[in-house]
């Protein structure tokens, strides 16, 4: 009963939010902020009705593992989002619709992880693609939706033309039987596998897919790009998941040529993966604005995923499932942060910043925190799903993806640390010296997000049970813990002895630091500077270009942008061609075409 | 983990940095003599250590302090996690990556505080010695790899443990030699010694992310830096040259291996940044690419 309830309640929730939005803004905003909490409470209630049906008009809907830690995913996400969402309201052209798509975007995202049959999926699908289209071109740039909206068509269209090639095959549109007759049928199961994909590849952003994260994220309200990077990015994972886990694309391509015991189409698609993970790092590393550094990054991210996802195996498939969840909170907290500087500083550019430390201590913390789960280091969450992810593919010998993933990682300290110190550490400019800290309501979120980064590194055991019992439905081996020890094939993880040493060697430092002399606090200008008389903070600091040699190294990479955009301006040549002969302003023109078109269809007739 | 671990860990932690800091100190010596000085006495860098923390010092705020402490911090709780020859404090806790990842919290602390201290001569240090370690983690990692694919473990004691059963020749230095020059150039960047030592180049960007530190921070910098020596030295220690049956076995590789890479260092000049990672991308990561082929398509050094 819950979920229903829960579903319909997000839709409620749109059309309230939208009404108390034309009376007040603000009341506005706190609704979303209501609604999207109580669904997460009553998603937390219902986890006891896994495995439960239940139907909305002509939909149907099943409550499985998968679809409730998807959906726990994403609520979390929209839930802490949400309470920045009132600081945003004066600067929308449209604050009202603004409310009323973010919660409607939610409602069917958690429709659409407990879709029991593909049309349901795919109607929910939409229903995402399409709010969150209305909301992005609310931020910075309209080319951004435009993009965005073409990028998800070209999946939604691929995914639903599957759809209906697996109504024609099995004669069913129920998820669990409209697969089955693939298993048998190792082309047909090839086709359906890689148009099916489609959808999640687009969606997590997956090369070449990927042009529209950087747009998108960096483009929409500073509100919505946690969401986006932090939330909706995952549902591709969830249709990448569907291929390979309900498809059984391992049992289909039983007889193809494999590498390294994968069968081919399957390493294809962990290639692409792994170009994601480099491709993200290199650029991610040379972005000056710090919304796009944090959306690169979600390529690189995406990349771990869909290798993860793609492996259905004890150790990687574990960790791409949990480093979806990680990165989830991860990004979205790095997103929240930069947020907050956006807001009092109205800017996101590295070099424009510095030395925000100083006015937003809280602030800072969070994004430390983020950014040390997002790069894979102890005690955060994000050690753990890597560590997983990395211990799977040293268990296959997968050695460029291990390769890919070792750049994506190391990459990663790279471009987590460049906003870290051009835009919190550093100089303070002047005229950022009477900014005031965070706001109380956006302090709240950000300490709730700290606390769960922090808590599921050091604490995995609960999420990774979760893990486990989605591997079971699976009909993989679940992944293994004893005590807080993560038991791999080939190593042994126990997250709270690293978490207590770690604490042991902080200790100790603490304990020589106090021991010895106090120091003197001196100015941030205070500094050596060769001998020169330096009166200007914001030239003494190093905020651009941050990494200009190692940048220097591949400034003249091919893009796939550059080809993209040519095919575009060849579409739009042929657009003008079309326009030039069928609709012309000459009238003999058109009488020309109506005759030539007369004389075909007459003839064509006679022909018959 | 109980009361007796912690101590155990506290010991080992003491012995490390005498080792260690005696070795830097009789290394010094080595460099003098090379360079036909007489050098200074084997316990100067204890001396110099003291002297640091115990003299007055300036901090530019929280994160200046905050990130000295996290640093020295993350390292020693790194160190712990290495196997001191056959001893160990914290029982099966030394997985190579969890060891690769936590040193990466001290190597975070310290850019943090060195940026922290607003002084751009820092921050350009810190890009420099991130970039390096871009360029130096790579190929070392890849060659790991193939090492914990080959034998179905990633704990160094483990790894260790299977070199010895074959004696000298089971190393895997002679096993892997392709994996072994590259785990000792990969090693060479790790201790930031030349011709990778460009983010600390003292005349040209004022010693880098050190610039500011003076008094109990560099004191305790020198530390963090006596004990990440111990830990990368360790690692390859571990990895290529068999480890250690005995503390002393253990002790005098580590010894031979540190001088060895300490005198090769002092005869080489210095990369530019962007020339360090195109040579860690050409020669080493092939080379560790090819290795890890051979050992996981092939099997070649594995049976």
Known sequence: MTFDILIVLMFLGAVTAYLVSKADLKAGAYATVLFSLGALVLLLLGRGEIGSEFTILFMGFEVTTIGWYFSGVMVLVYAMTAFFNSYWMDKMIYPGSYNFLYLFSLGGTVGLFFAKDLITLFIFWEIVVWSSTFIVPMGKSRRAAVVYYTISTIGSMATLYGIMLLHRISGTLDIQGAFAPLKNDPVLATVIFFIFIMAGLTKIGIFPFHIWLPLAHGSAPHTFSPVLSGGLVKMGAFIAYMSVGILPAYEAFKGSLTVMGIPIQIYALMILGAVSIVLGTLMAIKQDDAKKLIAYSSVANGGYILIGILLMDQLAFAGSMMHLFNHAIASAAAFLAIAVVAHRTGTTKISELGGMIHRMPLTYLTYLIAIISLAGIPPMGGFVSKWLIIQGLADQGLMFMALAAFFGSIGSFLYVFRPLAAVFLGQLAPRHEELASAPLLMKIPMTILMVLILFFGVLPGWILGIIGQIQVAAGIEPVMMSGNSILAVNGVLNTLNVFMVFGFGFLIALVIFMLMQKSRRVGLMDTYTSAEFIYTPELYHYGSAFYAPFERLYARHPSVEDFLMALAYKGHEAGLMVNALFFSHKPGVTVFWITVIVAVVTLGGVGL | ?303
């Open chain 2, 1 to 303: 983990m109980n009361l007796m671990n912690f101590v155990y860990a506290f010991l080992l932690l003491l012995a490390a940095f005498v080792f260690q800091t005696t070795l830097t100190g009789i290394n010094r010596k080595v460099v003098a003599r090379l360079q036909r000085r007489r050098g200074p006495r084997f316990y100067q860098q204890f001396i110099d250590i003291f002297k640091a923390l115990s003299k007055g010092s300036t901090t530019h705020g929280w994160v200046f302090d905050f990130g000295v402490v996290m640093a020295l911090g993350g390292i020693m709780a790194t160190a712990i996690f290495i196997p001191f020859g056959p001893l160990k404090a914290v029982p099966a806790m030394d997985n190579i990556f969890i060891i690769a990842y936590v040193l990466a919290v001290g190597m975070l602390g310290m850019a943090m505080s060195a940026s922290g201290s607003g002084n751009p001569w820092a921050s350009i240090g810190v890009s420099r010695a991130l970039t390096n370690m871009l360029a130096y983690d790579i190929p070392f990692m890849m060659v790991v790899f193939g090492l914990i694919f080959a034998f179905d473990t990633s704990s160094l004691s483990g790894l260790a443990a299977i070199q010895r059963e074959g004696g000298f020749l089971g190393w895997h230095v002679i096993r892997f030699p392709l994996g072994g020059i590259v785990a000792m150039i990969s090693l060479q960047g790790m201790l930031g010694k030349k011709p990778f030592d460009s983010f600390i180049a003292p005349a040209e960007i004022a010693s880098g992310p050190m610039v500011e530190y003076g008094g109990r921070h560099l004191g305790m910098l020198f530390l963090l830096h006596e004990f990440s020596t111990f830990i990368e030295v360790s690692l390859i220690v571990h990895l290529f040259f068999g480890g250690g049956a005995t503390v002393a076995a253990f002790l005098v590789k580590y010894a031979l291996i540190y001088t060895f890479l300490n005198i090769v260092s002092n005869v080489l000049p210095r990369f530019k940044i962007d020339q360090a990672v195109t040579f860690f991308y050409k020669v080493p990561l092939a080379l560790a690419v090819v290795q890890t082929f051979l050992i996981i398509v092939v099997g070649m050094g594995v049976a």
